[in-house]
Nanobody, 124 residues
Framework: QVQLVESGGGLVQAGGSLRLSCVVS????????MGWFRQAPGKEREFVSA???????FYAESVKGRFSISRDNAENTVYLQMNNLKPEDTAVYYC??????????????????WGQGTQVTVST
């Protein structure tokens, strides 16, 4: 059974940085696109960033230039480095695995394995 476990969330002041990690166990990792999504209170879950099996990366416009995604296939881990954080980045951040191998999409409905989420809070 595939399990995704996020870590690295916390409370940080605006302008600060955090690094999220997501470890995948129980299933294939290297051939799947891995994504990060977030959900703020009262809002829908939204795409943040993803890294494909071939290391192609893509980002939401709101985080371009501030966030960086990477993966370590040897460790079955995907990372999200978040710099220059803003209060509007406050949300629960979720790691997810795409439902198909060799697929490159950003819609939450295309991801079928999810972690439990980690809270990121950015104060003013």
């Amino acid at each position: 059974q595939v399990q995704l476990v996020e870590s690295g969330g916390g409370l940080v002041q605006a302008g600060g940085s955090l690094r999220l990690s997501c470890v995948v166990s129980g299933g294939t990792f290297r051939t799947y696109t891995m994504g990060w999504f977030r959900q703020a209170p009262g809002k829908e879950r939204e795409f943040v960033s993803a890294v494909a099996w071939n290391d192609f990366t893509f980002y939401a416009e709101s985080v371009k230039g501030r966030f960086s995604i990477s993966r370590d296939n040897a460790e079955n881990t995907v990372y999200l480095q978040m710099n220059n954080l803003k209060p509007e980045d406050t949300a629960v951040y979720y790691c997810a695995r795409n439902s198909r191998t060799l697929s490159r999409t950003s819609s939450p409905t295309d991801y079928n394995k999810w972690g439990q989420g980690t809270q990121v809070t950015v104060s003013t």
